[in-house]
């Protein structure tokens, strides 16, 4: 009998190794399994990692294309300024002239036009010409002036625009004369339904309009070898031979440089309507009232009552 | 290099893995599953797995046996998970032996009906000890890795599962040795 001095370990030499040699031979005799199912699936196995490889190659080649994969929070804060900036461009698009965000919106018109040297992007600069106007329209209409006024100086910055752009003539020529006539005809009907105040800002996108429309009237005398209207003209008249004063129409033929004298495409816009003649009229009453002794005006704090009370 | 070589992309090399366990998975799932055709599948699945996550594999203190036996395990588990308890290792004594001869077939059949009892009375630890060291063919180390337990504890496994066996398998034997018939 064996004694064991410590029970707790087993030696290798004397147990384990006759035990696993023991067992290995036990299999070997008990345990042959054919190889022939392994020599089987080998082509198959081989097969799928020679296709693994030829798609992990391709894939290896198309990461190298697309370059180094960004990281995620690029990509997430990518998504936030994309969501941020869409959300302040959808509140702004909604802003009419006056509000905080016009000016946005503008902006965002802007960059959605199509790109400098299209023969749409003037045409759409006039559509733009238009809203800018028809929210001057509206904004005269509910008596809110400084909404008026900013769609004003957005018209005018517009119609800067468009002038600019048809310098080169990409602009088919009947579309930028029929929207300067639109135009003209708007800030007209803007100067007879705004308050006085709001006068400056439609004379002078007024005046801008009809140096416009003089300048390609000019331009189209010259392309057909006719002396250039002076700048007092109608630009809108026939061209060449002398013209009839039309009875119906104060502003028609020779008609002063004073009003406007603007022939919109369907007709003759009237001179009495004109805002600046307005404003030339309310200044000419102010006037008379500080002049005529015993008539103060009631608000004396102006340079006329300063004048009376002297 | 073997191993180098199929993460390069060498069809070679892959081959040679192929060479040096294929077999050995089949004996393993041979064991542990129910059909040869079972084990065949398995050591397809196996591969399969292997070229889909060879990419992937870093020797961080596995060996690659051990990394390709822990795939087949947790197959055959999956498997395995599906059947009937002990089911799997009934098939040790019904697969027919390749070797012909009526007397040679007869013999190891009973050899082999008496192996898958003697294995059904062990722990399911010391089975799969068993199983992965002498028909997987794995070092005491990668059977570590695989089980995920110490290396010291799998040769006590063992010890323990092999001196089991031997007193069911061979008692004559085992009383011999140990005249006071007591085990370790």
């Avoid at chain 2, 051990?66 to 599906?82: K, P």
């Amino acid at each position: 009998m064996r004694i064991r001095l410590f029970p707790g370990r087993i030696s290798r030499a004397a147990e384990v190794d006759p035990l696993e040699a023991w067992f290995a031979t036990r299999i070997a005799s008990a345990y042959l399994p054919d190889p022939a199912p392994v020599a089987a699936v080998r082509h198959t196995v081989l097969a799928a990692y020679r296709d693994a490889v030829a798609a992990s190659r391709i894939k290896a080649q198309d990461r190298l294309r697309m370059g180094r994969r960004r990281p995620r929070w690029v990509v997430a804060g990518a998504l936030a300024a994309s969501l941020i900036v869409g959300s302040v461009g959808f509140v702004a698009a909604s802003d009419g002239p006056g509000q905080p965000l016009y000016g946005l919106r503008l902006t965002i018109e802007s960059l959605t036009l199509p790109p400098p040297g299209s023969p749409d992007r003037p045409r759409a600069r006039l559509r733009l010409l238009d809203s800018r106007l028809t929210e001057a329209k509206q904004a005269g209409a509910r008596g809110d002036l400084r909404a008026a006024d900013a769609a004003l100086v957005a018209a005018d910055a517009q119609l800067a625009d468009i002038l600019a752009d048809s310098a080169d003539d990409t602009v088919v020529p009947g579309d930028l004369d029929q929207g300067l006539d639109r135009a003209a005809t708007v800030l007209s009907g803007l100067a007879s339904d705004l308050p006085a105040s709001a006068e400056p800002g439609v004379a002078r996108a007024l005046d801008h309009v009809n140096r416009a429309r003089h300048d390609r009237a000019a331009r189209r005398a010259a392309a057909a070898g006719a002396p250039t209207p002076p700048p007092g003209a109608d630009p809108g008249a026939p061209r060449g031979g002398k013209t009839k004063p039309d009875a119906s129409n104060p502003a028609g033929g020779g008609r002063k440089a004073g009003g406007t004298g603007l022939r919109a495409s369907g007709g003759v816009i009237p001179a009495p309507r004109d805002g600046a003649g307005k404003a030339r009229r309310h200044r000419e009453r102010e006037t008379e009232r500080v002049i005529r002794p015993g008539r103060p005006s009631s608000g004396s704090n102006g340079p006329a009552g300063r004048r009376m009370r002297r | 290099m073997a191993v180098a070589g199929a993460m390069g992309g060498d069809d070679e090399a892959f081959d040679t893995l192929y060479g040096l366990f294929g077999e050995r998975v089949y004996r393993y799932a041979l064991v542990r599953l129910r059909e040869p055709a079972d084990a065949q599948d398995l050591v397809q699945r196996v591969f399969l797995s292997v070229i889909e996550a060879l990419p992937t594999y870093e020797d961080r203190g596995v060996p690659f046996g051990a990394w390709l036996f822990r795939i087949a395990r947790n197959a055959v588990i999956d498997i395995e998970r599906g059947r009937r308890p002990h089911a799997a290792l009934d098939a040790l004594a019904e697969h027919p032996d390749p070797a012909p001869g009526p007397a040679r077939r007869a013999e190891s059949q009973a050899d082999r009906a008496l192996l898958r009892d003697a294995l059904l009375g062990l722990t399911a630890d010391q089975r799969d000890v068993v199983v992965l060291r002498f028909f997987g063919g794995l070092a005491h180390a990668e059977i570590a890795a695989v089980i995920g337990k110490r290396e010291g504890t799998v040769r006590a496994l063992q010890f323990r599962a092999l001196a089991t066996l031997r007193r069911q398998l061979d008692p004559a034997v085992w009383f011999a040795g140990e005249p006071d018939g007591a085990p370790a």
